[in-house]
């Protein structure tokens, strides 16, 4: 008796201290936590930045582009140092709003410098949501709606490219989804280089246009198959892979000895804009038994569109597909997706590693829904949510309408700057990329010899630093296959309108005007 | 003259004409654009949404953890599919209620099951801004304050681990992490990889414990070096890797020919939470050349605190390591850096590609800040940012705080459940791992052999089910090495409160009674 008295006695001691700070280590553990308030009204108070600084600023040209400063003068501009004591909200919000002064406003109107532009407010919406619950797309108990969201987007995009069925995950990066789909090809030829690697089999060589984006030579290497073992093949004059140089490469590897395993075709080059002839390939990949990849990272979302998805005419016999819907369909970066034919489970049996503490065996639901295991990631982003909540506001049919407006301003662009002096096309553009040389007055008259070329180099850096300085507008250069510096306008977002585009070509012809 | 004024008419028609609609394609181009504040409108109501039901419940307890629907009654209950029309904006804002509805709260402070979880306003704010910014780390003329703060970020980190110079990259992920560093390394030894590949290079092994994370297998299958050459290290009964048996793995491997060049050393893995011994291992290292690797994904945020910084004792020998402040410190999924000790620039010459269409040399700033090239990706995020932020706000002592408030936690939870009936420890934690099973009434007196082991493998499901279904809270199970499933708590959130573990370890006991 006594002894429970005691016990009883102990007890209620103890859950009256519980009511007291519980002090361990020297920090006291007790609730509430005290910061809460405070923490919801900056987030509130930052919300309200964003709404005035950018979000409504995205439509309004006559705003910056950027404002520049070289990096020495902005390191001293920026309180940039980590120190052993916090700021205070108000020095807090001041730093947010230098932030966004200072950073290049890729929502502008006028910001044409890489393949992704302007806001799309649905995917932007959807970003805050997937910040706000921060979830980790691995198991369908930690992400239930994402998975599932996910699962629905690959499936439409599947549709698009027009296979019967197929499987597929979202990537960080398309440099990422590229590399995925050559390892599962070679997965898929040689399946012991799970477990053997590469030892023992024998050269593998791979095939890419000149033309193609770099991150096919970056894979390679990460890979352990080497940049050497990348075939580059010949292109025509508008940037396209020529089928016959394919097959005298794949012929050469084959008489070599090595192993030709995986053709990577582009949709959409990086500087051209160029699309590879995918059924003439298709052809080839065929009877030669190579994995078709296509990375149409950039040119995939004209499948959208059915006035111009013949550009990827073929495309539905492709092993694989890369396609990021953060580019023209402006789903954020990143939004990036790899799409594979296979329905048998390749990709799982590729990537999967059956981490115990992650993918239990014994759940109480369908475990087949956690597709976490077919990623060489683990935490991985909610990246579909975005693209779907645009799709879901806009419809198949807004997205067309996105696509056929960037290219009927491409038409327009074109058609000027055939009509204006002093500007050259390199090329008909197919896609959005429109590359052009700007020729300064001064050059005009001049013969096109090796000296004319090399002032002409000097002309877009120029005006590019011009531009920048101004802060009226963003828009690429570079020199490519033998061809001197030439600007490359890239044409996406739908708060671009048509005086934008003579507006594009007025600041540069008034830029270079002294060159 | 004539000619000059007809030209002069025909330019003020253009001007005139330019005035009305421009249609190309049937697509009119002109401005304005019509939908901006519709669409500035809805982004307006969709903060308002997750300001109530995810911001300001993040310090609930009161509020469900996860609602949970098995996939099939998911799909019923949210309309997922994509169709051809868009939908309004009320049927949008309701799918956006219910994305947040079904969506587990990792926010919540009963959420144990990951190695990451709470909120972080400071982070979540930056991540805001940043989606509004769309930006993409590549260039400085692109990301000018975005690769300024990731410089800063990495400078800090370097200075914690103990290096004096360094060099480092923000990642998707700590297994992606894991595998720069594993590629880093071969290019290291064989710089000749980056061209020829693993042809003609001896069998490259490496090393790490038993209890490293699964994505070391991943990499070495992706990187082409293959499973079977990854030799894991028996760790002690702490989940440590013994230090004598690595050593032995590695003369084991040069006896048998190959070449062993890489260890991964674990700080914090992720079941146990155990550090293996860094010193002891760099010794090794050291020894038979080789690259140490620590990955500190889940216990680098340790380092912080200068209280428990001395679980990595021995970090400043590594040859790099992998830190995810996505973790410990809430920056949000993903944030995670690979920091190497080498500062000769050879992450940049081993990712290096050169794409003359994005690191132009003829620019007109510093481009050595055109740090993009360092990374196997093209298009990153900028996810330094947020936890700059952070950092910013609460200083080192306050990220200091809140390590040393998450292990002061765990000492109270384990020091209850000691004095609990049913719980039973695997091991005295380290970290913020705390692993324990719970044993039910009914076996409680039963001898602990083949039968007891085999029914308590079955109840932490039972109780996870339970619980998710109640949706009172989440913490994982898993069977380990041995062991069959127990609880996986992890604390993490400064949300946490005393209560919560009280809640926690009576919820269990509640949930269990009948088993």
Redesign the interface.
């Known amino acids: 008796m006594e002894e429970e008295e005691e016990a009883k006695m102990n007890n209620q001691q103890e859950k009256s201290q519980?009511k007291n700070a519980?002090l361990?280590?020297?920090?006291i553990?007790?609730?509430?936590?005290a910061?809460?308030k405070s923490?919801?009204k900056?987030?509130?108070e930052?919300?309200k930045i964003?709404?005035e600084e950018?979000?409504?600023k995205?439509?309004d040209a006559t705003e910056k582009v950027c404002e520049w400063?070289?990096?020495?003068q902005?390191?001293t501009l920026?309180d940039?140092?980590?120190?052993?004591?916090?700021?205070s909200h108000p020095k807090?919000l001041q730093?947010?709003q230098d932030?966004?002064q200072?950073?290049?406003?890729?929502?502008h109107p006028r910001f044409f410098?890489?393949l992704?532009a302007g806001?799309d407010?649905?995917s932007?919406?959807?970003?805050?949501?997937t910040?706000?619950?921060?979830?980790?797309v691995y198991t369908?108990?930690?992400?239930?709606?994402?998975l599932?969201?996910e699962e629905?987007?690959l499936k439409?995009m599947i549709e698009y490219i027009g296979w019967e069925g197929g499987d597929g995950i979202f990537n960080?990066?398309?440099?990422?989804s590229n590399?995925y789909a050559m390892?599962l090809a070679r997965y898929k030829y040689f399946p012991d280089?799970?477990?053997?690697?590469?030892?023992g089999i024998p050269?593998?060589v791979l095939f890419t246009s000149e033309e193609c984006?770099?991150?096919v030579?970056?894979?390679?290497?990460?890979?352990?198959?080497?940049?050497?073992?990348v075939y580059f093949v010949k292109s025509d004059d508008r940037g396209k892979m020529i089928p016959e140089e394919l097959e005298k490469q794949v012929q050469h590897a084959r008489n070599e000895g090595s192993a030709p395993f995986f053709v990577s075709a582009t949709a959409g080059t990086?500087?051209l804009g160029a699309f590879d002839p995918l059924n003439e390939i298709a052809d080839i990949c065929e009877k030669h038994n190579l994995w078709l990849h296509v990375d149409a990272s950039w040119g995939g979302s004209a499948l959208l569109s059915r006035?111009h998805r013949k550009l990827l005419h073929g495309i539905h016999r492709a092993t694989s597909v890369a396609w990021n819907p953060?580019k023209m369909l402006m789903a954020?970066?990143?939004c990036c997706a790899l799409l594979v034919k296979d329905s048998s489970g390749l990709l799982k049996r590729c990537?999967s590693?059956?981490?115990?503490?992650?993918f239990?065996q014994?759940?109480?639901?369908?475990i087949s829904?956690d597709t976490g295991d077919k990623s060489?990631?683990?935490?991985?982003?909610a990246d579909a949510?975005k693209f779907?909540?645009t799709?879901?506001?806009?419809?198949?049919?807004?997205l067309e309408?996105r696509v056929?407006?960037a290219?009927?301003?491409v038409?327009?662009l074109v058609d000027e700057i055939k009509k204006r002096e002093g500007f050259q096309l390199l090329l008909e553009p197919e896609y959005a990329n429109i590359c052009f040389w700007y020729i300064p007055p001064s050059l005009r008259k001049m013969e096109k010899g090796h000296e004319f070329w090399e002032k002409l180099s000097?002309v877009a850096?120029i005006i590019?630093?011009r531009m920048?300085k101004k802060g009226s507008m963003?828009l690429?250069?570079?020199?490519?296959r033998g061809k001197v510096?030439f600007f490359?306008q890239v044409i996406i977002s739908?708060?671009v309108?048509?005086?934008?585009?003579?507006f594009l070509l007025d600041e540069i012809d008034s830029l270079g005007q002294d060159l």
Chains 1, 2 share one sequence.
């Not at 369908?140 to 994402?146: A, R």
Request: net charge positive.
């Open positions: 519980k519980i361990v280590d020297g920090v553990l007790n609730g509430p936590v910061d809460s923490g919801e900056f987030v509130e930052v919300n964003i709404m950018v979000v409504k995205a439509s400063q070289s990096p020495e902005l390191r920026l940039l140092e980590l120190k052993d004591t916090g700021e807090l730093l947010c932030v966004i200072f950073s290049v406003k890729t929502y410098n890489q992704y806001i407010y649905y932007l919406a959807a970003r805050f949501i910040e706000a619950l921060n979830p980790s369908y108990e930690i992400s239930p709606v994402f599932l969201v629905a987007v439409k960080p990066g398309g440099s990422v590399m390892n280089i799970k477990e053997k690697g590469l030892s050269q593998l984006h770099y991150s030579k970056k894979a390679a290497s990460f890979l352990g198959i080497g940049t050497q073992n990086t500087v006035r953060h954020g970066i990143q990537y590693a059956n981490a115990s503490y992650l239990q014994d759940k109480f639901y369908d829904y060489i990631q683990c935490s991985r982003r949510f779907w909540m799709w879901k506001a806009l419809g198949t049919t807004g309408k056929n407006r290219l009927a301003l038409r327009y000097c850096p590019k630093e920048m963003m690429g250069y570079q020199p490519h510096n490359r739908p708060q309108i048509r005086e934008d585009m003579d």
